[in-house]
């Protein structure tokens, strides 16, 4: 079992930054984090391989959020820039041993979740 422990998240205004981290109890082979606004379906926004460190990213995040891991502490962390509005939701570390994350990954092949990180984005 893999445990996946969160921290970041909050309140920021639009055009705002903010950081999430997640540590992992046991490294898998990718890494990464998927969002869930009100109504709608949990969807990927990034992930990261741990032995190569290549990363993947949805269009609607490309050039504003950036993933990076560090290996010696087996975390990853999530910064986010330029925040929109349409970036509030619920922000949940994923892990899976499937495979690498990509924008086609789907929420089904993930094995390991964190408890989620409540993003808020103010305009």
């Known amino acids: 079992q893999v445990e996946l422990v969160e921290s970041g998240g909050g309140l920021v205004q639009a055009g705002g930054s903010l950081r999430l981290s997640c540590s992992a109890s046991?490294?898998?082979?990718?890494m990464g984090w998927f969002r869930e606004a009100p109504g709608l379906e949990r969807e990927f926004v990034t992930g990261i391989n741990w032995s190569s460190g290549s990363t993947s990213y949805a269009d609607s995040v490309k050039g504003r959020f950036t993933i990076s891991r560090d290996n010696a502490k087996n975390t990853v962390y999530l910064q986010m820039s330029s925040l929109k509005p349409e970036d509030a939701a619920v922000y949940y570390c994923a892990a899976t041993n499937r495979g690498a994350m990509r924008p086609t990954t789907s929420s089904y092949a993930v094995n390991y979740w964190g408890r989620g990180s409540l993003v808020t984005v103010s305009s």
């Open positions: 046991v490294r898998t082979f990718s």
